[in-house]
């Protein structure tokens, strides 16, 4: 069975830093490409940092220099390091994986960011 287990949500104060991590299991992970999203309530879910299974990395324009994304296939593990975070990254975050050829794509259950004073 494919699982995908996030953690390392929580609450921070604006300008404060989360490492999210996604650990899978059931699948091939070192030829998946990974990502992070995430959705607010009422907000539609939107990607925010992609890895493929060789490295490259994508941001979206609104976390590039605040968020980085990494993985070691040595644990089956993505990382969403994210640093001086705002309000509006408040959202529940959701790893993603999608092999090479995009035929299998699984997801996450989520971890809750909350960036409040």
């Known amino acids: 069975q494919v699982q995908l287990v996030e953690s390392g949500g929580g609450l921070v104060q604006p300008g404060g830093s989360l490492r999210l991590s996604c650990t899978a299991s059931?699948?091939?992970?070192?030829?998946?490409?990974m990502g992070w999203y995430r959705q607010a309530p009422g907000k539609q879910r939107e990607l925010v940092a992609t890895?493929?299974?060789?490295?490259?990395?994508n941001y979206v324009d609104f976390v590039k220099g605040r968020f980085t994304i990494s993985r070691d296939n040595t644990k089956n593990t993505v990382y969403l390091q994210m640093n001086m975070l705002k309000p509006e990254d408040t959202a529940a975050y959701y790893c993603?994986?999608?092999?090479?050829?995009?035929?299998?794509?699984?997801w996450g259950q989520g971890t809750q960011v909350t960036v409040s004073s």
């Open positions: 993603n994986g999608r092999d090479a050829l995009g035929s299998r794509s699984y």
């Open positions: 890895i493929t299974n060789n490295g490259r990395t």
């Open positions: 059931g699948i091939m992970f070192r030829i998946y490409n």
